[in-house]
Nanobody, 122 residues
């Protein structure tokens, strides 16, 4: 499956953005999906995941209550609604897919999008 992330941009502290990740070339509903992010000079970290049946989500503590992950299997699209953004949310955001259940372990995700840059200014 190929993944194409979009929706990044520049926003001020407290603002909102919605990221999208469109899948092609595979059966989207078979995969659990996740968002990861990587800030300059830091390692890639887990943001949130959602399982195939859309009945379980998981979030990193740093974004819990501010970010919401969702998916539309008919549109083959994964979303990340980001509210109350902070400068420390500045990063390149990546979507990823894996067979099996969603989890926060980057190494278990088989397919990756190209990333979209989110910049939050103070």
């Amino acid at each position: 499956v190929q993944l194409q992330a979009s929706g990044g941009g520049a926003v001020q502290t407290g603002g909102s953005l919605r990221l999208s990740c469109v899948a092609s070339g595979g059966t989207f509903s078979r995969y659990s999906m996740a968002w990861f992010r990587q800030a300059t000079g830091k390692g890639r970290e887990f943001v949130g995941s959602i399982n195939r049946m859309v009945d379980y989500t998981s979030y990193a503590d740093s974004v819990k209550g501010r970010f919401t992950i969702s998916r539309d299997n008919d549109k083959k699209t994964l979303y990340l609604q980001m509210n109350s953004l902070k400068p420390e949310d500045t990063a390149v955001y990546y979507c990823a897919a894996r067979n099996g259940g969603g989890n926060m372990r980057m190494s278990t995700y088989e397919y990756w999008g190209q990333g979209t840059l989110v910049t939050v200014s103070s």
